[in-house]
Each structure stands twice: as structure tokens, then as C-alpha cells.
């Protein structure tokens, strides 16, 4: 659908964005994960052809997108939900109607208002509008524009929970009608819950590694505890949830000790030390493979007093209700 | 003292009279402030839109320019005009000089740049967000444009406000390229000048009420204008 390749953006002298490949696909959801500053808005403003890169290569469903007319004409394909979006002066409904306006035919306003929850705001004066309503208006305006490419650059950043649910209901809505969707954000939690594929962005740079201890994994029915299989570990974790989902083991909960514990954890696993890396501000990471690879976060006289070196055999230890369900 | 009471009195009876000196002399005033505010508008405002959008080599020295022509002596204006109609300058085959028309081209001179620098002003001062998310939503540069344009209205109505008002009240210009000629090129300013110079005192107060009435009456239809949108916004 959209890829992008080779692209680079310098302010002054320094590259903002040195991005080698990125390719957003119809019918998934992409979610770029990375700090603030990380240069995801300009990723996506690059996108969304409203910024020209200093290098690289454009191409929309296999045609390069190079001149300023190409760029004009990708974007009525390309729409792109800002982090502080804007509603123009009037009502909520003339905002509404503004890519019918732009762009010429396109999708039915109230069916879409009332799929975002704000069909109870259409007359109101939208410069009146809460954060959280003015994130879903635009959410709105956006699906309205029917995009190929929808980009959301940190669509929760009003915080409220109808904004993180109107979110949820435009990815959904969006993904059925087959519109590739990439999504920044610095929260891990909706980066996973979101999107098929996440992307780490660090100083402007894709980052292939992925952030700790996550599994994708299909939930089984039922409530309380659950067994289930992450690689080669079975974990038990406490959820009524069910289906496909992320499970999360923070690294700061993981118990390292040199012999089994008696304790209430219901997770054991051995395993042995592969790495140990200093993290700064008192902070020891340890990686474990115990069949599946595991990060443990420790204090350096934790270690010390455990006596823990590459290749020591050691038992991590993981209380089934600290495993996260994303 | 005698004198002023005298004046008003007068005054008043020629406007209450319809008197149809004062009536032509007005309707001329009018007629030729209307056209030369829209063609200093049609010329303005799109120039000072460029200025204030886009970014370009030499796009601060223009601005510098336009804001030096606005300080520019009128009487300097009307020269250059005057020069440039004349028989023997190089629009001189027109036959504008000492036409209603030749007050037409002074005025736009003297009001364009008004219209061009308020609007790059007001333009400019248009949150950057709204050009930015008109054209996410997909929109071509002329709906750009004019979204970045309502945002900015209250501005560009008082540029066009401004830009009436420097034209209604010019003497200057005025009088060198029209010759304030009775029933031809004599505004409402010249009109003034004259019947003062002459003593009719009467005469000059009648014409500058009507000039303040419409002057008046312009700045009211703004605050209409205003105040209908703010009640749209309650």
C-alpha cells in the first residue's frame, strides 16, 4: 500500500530520521512505538506527504510519489490525525462534512459520528469541544475522508477513556474496510493492543529489538487462572479474557534466586544467565534463557550477594497475577 | 461663534433639503471609493496571501517595501499618477487624466498595499494547524487557501475596512489627478477643501457629515457582522 524507503530528514545538521524501509500494508494496523522526540510525528508527516524528506523514496500502491502534484494526489488517499488535532471554526457537523467538501464523494456522517460516540455533539460549536471530543471529531473527520492510509500520531494523548474507546472504534472500523493503519505512540500497552506489528523508532532510527518479554499468544476461555504456551514456557496468568492477545512479564517482577522458591509464585522456570548489562541509575538487566529468552530487572548487590555470572544456572520466579494481558 | 452656529444651521438644512450638489457630490465619493477598494482588495489581498503563506528569496524585502508604502506621501502618489496619465506620459492616449477613473488609479496605489500588508498580517497570524489539516483531509491549494481565509476573516474585513477608509478620506491624490471639477472628479474631500477655502462654511460642515455618516455607517455593518458570528459561536 505505502512504503517508505531510505528516508532521511535533517534539521540543520542533525538527522531527525534515518529510516531504511517501512511499509504499511491494507487491512493491518502498524504501530510505531518510541519516546517523545523519538521523530515518530515527523515519520508520519512524512507519510502523510505533507513534509518532503531530504532522501528517500515514496512509493503508494506501487507508484512512486516524487513530484508536487503526485504528493497533492496522494493525499486525498493519506489522511493523518494529528497529536493536538484542530477543528475549523463552526459546527461539529461542518467539520464533519469538510472532507466531503475537500475530497468529493465520500462516507455517511452520522453513522460515522455515532460510531465514535459524539452524535450527540453535531450542532455544537467545535472550538468548544473537550480534548477528548475533539479527539474523536477528528478521528471522525478522518474515516470520513474514506483514507487508504489513516495515520494516528498518539490518538490518546487527551487521556480520556471515550477517546482511548473511539480510538479503538475507528482501528476497528478501519481495518474491516481494509485501510492500512499506522499508529505512534509511546505507550507500549495500546501499541500491542492495537496493531498487528510494532515498529520501534529511538533517535530517529527503526529499532528491530523488541521491548521486553512480550508474547503474542490466543487466550483460552474461562476465568481465573490460565495456562499458556509462550514459546517454550507455559505461563499462568489470571484473566477472563479471551482470544488473541499480548501477555506482558515486566522485567521488575521477575524473582531471581540461585534454588526454587517456596513461595506463591505460579510461575518457575529454570534457566541460565546469557547476559548481564548495566543500565544506569542503579539498574541490572539480566537475560535468561530458560527455552524462551526472559529479561529480569535486578539491583547490582542482588546480584552480588546471588553471585550471578554469564552461564550461572539461576531460577526465575513470576507471580501469575504481575503477567500482564495486553 | 456666530459663524459655526451659522454653518450648522446651514448644514443641516442642505441635508435635510436633499440638496442635489451634496446628493452628486457623495454619490461620486461613493462610486469611486467602492471601486477603487475592490480593485486594491483584488490586488491586495491575493498579494498579501502569497506574502504571508509561502516562503520565498526576497519575500522579507517585499514585505519591508509594502510597509515603506505605507507611510508614502499621497501627494507624492498623486504625482507619480498625474505623471504617468498625462498627455504626454506613457498611459496619456487613455484620456484618464481629470476623470473619475484617474482618482480610481490613484487610490488603488494608495490602498493595495494597505490590503496586501494587513492581510499577510492577518494570514500570518492563522494557527498553522489549520492549513496543515486541511490538506490531511485532502484538499487542493484554492480550499487551503480559503480555509486559512475564514479562519482569518475578522482580519481580512478590516483590512478591506481599513483600506475604504484610507481611500474615502484622501484629499491629496484626489485633487492633482481629478482637478476637483464640479459634477466630474469633485469628491466629498475636495468639495470640503473648496467650500472652505471659499468660506462656505455650511457647505463644507453638510459634506463632512455625510463623509463621517458613511464612515460611520461601514464600521457599524463590521460590528454586524462580528456580533452575528459570536452569536452563532454562544
Known sequence: MLSARDLRVTRGSRAVLDVSRVELVAGTVTAILGPNGAGKSTLLSVLAFLEAPDAGVLTLDGQEVRTRGEQRAARQRVTLVDQAPLAFRGTVVENLQWPHRARGGSGEVASTATALGIEGLLSRDARTLSGGELQRLALARALLCRPAVLLLDEPTSAGDRTASDAVEAAITQARAAGVAVALASHRLGEAYRWSDRVLGLADGKLDTVTPENLFRVVLPTGTGVKAVACGALTVHIVTDRSGAAVLAVPPEDIVLSAAPLSSSARNTFPGRVTGIVEEGAGRLSVTVDAGTILVARVTPSALRELGLTVGSPVVLSVKATAVRVL | ?234
Open chain 2, 1 to 234: 461663534m456666530d459663524f459655526l452656529v451659522e454653518g450648522l444651521r446651514r448644514a443641516l438644512t442642505l441635508l435635510a433639503g436633499a440638496d442635489p450638489d451634496v446628493i452628486g457630490i457623495a454619490a461620486l465619493s461613493l462610486r469611486v471609493a467602492v471601486v477603487a477598494t475592490l480593485l486594491a482588495c483584488l490586488i491586495g489581498i491575493p498579494t498579501g496571501f502569497v506574502l504571508g503563506t509561502t516562503r520565498f528569496w526576497g519575500r522579507r524585502a517585499v514585505l519591508t517595501a509594502l510597509n515603506t508604502m505605507l507611510a508614502f506621501p499621497t501627494v507624492v502618489i498623486g504625482l507619480l499618477v498625474w505623471g504617468l496619465l498625462a498627455r504626454q506620459g506613457p498611459f496619456g492616449g487613455l484620456g484618464l487624466l481629470y476623470t473619475w477613473w484617474a482618482i480610481v488609479v490613484a487610490e488603488v496605489v494608495l490602498a493595495a498595499p494597505i490590503a496586501a500588508a494587513l492581510t499577510a498580517a492577518a494570514v500570518q497570524g492563522v494557527d498553522p494547524r489549520v492549513r496543515r489539516t486541511a490538506l490531511t483531509l485532502g484538499a487542493g491549494p484554492l480550499r487551503t487557501h480559503w480555509a486559512v481565509a475564514r479562519e482569518a476573516r475578522f482580519a481580512l474585513a478590516a483590512a478591506v475596512i481599513v483600506a475604504f477608509g484610507r481611500v474615502l478620506a484622501e484629499v491629496g491624490a484626489v485633487m492633482i489627478v481629478g482637478g476637483n471639477i464640479r459634477h466630474h472628479t469633485r469628491t466629498l474631500t475636495t468639495a470640503v477643501t473648496l467650500a472652505t477655502s471659499q468660506g462656505d462654511f455650511g457647505l463644507a460642515v453638510a459634506l463632512g457629515l455625510v463623509l463621517l455618516a458613511i464612515a460611520l455607517t461601514v464600521n457599524v455593518l463590521l460590528q454586524l457582522f462580528q456580533g452575528r458570528d459570536d452569536a452563532q459561536r454562544a
